[in-house]
């Protein structure tokens, strides 16, 4: 599986928009990005995935550049609750095996 | 729809004594998945299966750790002996072959004293 870079920690202002950043160089063709959070003592969560179209859900959405080697995870309006860990993963499909590295520490501010 | 069910929710023992975790995954998912996550190591992959099937256990640390699942509803993760190293949260998942998303549970805090 492709490996990925993310900056280990970001901050944001309640109610603005949160833009994660994940680096993907080496991904493959057949490989997706996803993205899960964690949030304190709580299991992951998942959140969007993508292969290489823009992808939007009820949570998020996921900008994959055109090269594909990188991602954006936006939440459109964040909230002191969405403050947890973010890990952006790249897998073969529905791979079922996600290998998660140190993600990226989401904080809002009030 | 309950979610993944893990049991206990904490977990404290001496070392060398047998621990047995406990996963209960989602109705009608056939894929289910033991994670261990610890300061140091983060997130890991210890042994999936599907349809009650392990299909790579290659992540299971070693032969004190095993993994059974009698059927689709219930699983379980033994150490036998346990040790202080093992002390970690463990988290069963679980997933439907037709979808991409992994359910998580809400773990198990398991401390070796």
């Known amino acids: 599986d492709a490996k990925t870079t993310q900056p280990p920690s970001m901050d944001c202002a309640e109610g603005r928009a949160a833009n994660l950043p994940c680096n993907h160089s080496t991904i493959s063709g057949n490989e997706y990005v996803y993205w899960y959070r964690q949030i304190h003592s709580q299991g992951p969560q998942y959140i969007i995935h993508?292969?290489?179209n823009n992808e939007t859900n009820e949570m998020a959405s996921l900008i994959i550049t055109e090269d594909r080697k990188s991602s954006t995870l936006i939440l459109p309006h964040a909230t002191l609750r969405d403050t947890a860990v973010y890990y952006c993963?790249?897998?073969?499909?529905?791979?079922?095996?996600?290998?998660f590295g140190k993600g990226i520490t989401l904080s809002v501010r009030p | 729809d309950a979610g993944v069910i893990q049991s206990p929710r904490h977990e404290v023992t001496e070392m060398g004594q047998e621990v047995t975790l406990r996963c209960k995954p989602i109705s009608g998912h056939d894929y289910l998945f033991w994670y261990r996550q610890t300061m140091m190591r983060g997130l890991e992959l210890l042994i999936y299966?599907?349809?009650?099937?392990?299909?790579?256990d290659s992540g299971m640390p070693e032969d004190r750790f095993s993994a059974k699942m009698p059927n689709a509803s219930f699983s379980t993760l033994k150490i036998q002996p346990s040790e202080p190293r093992d002390s970690a949260v463990y988290f069963c998942a679980s997933r439907r072959t037709e979808t991409y998303e992994q359910y998580f549970g809400p773990g198990t805090r398991l401390t070796v004293t």
């Open positions: 993963i790249v897998t073969i499909g529905a791979n079922s095996k996600l290998t």
């Open positions: 299966f599907n349809n009650n099937v392990p299909i790579d």
């Open positions: 993508g292969l290489k």
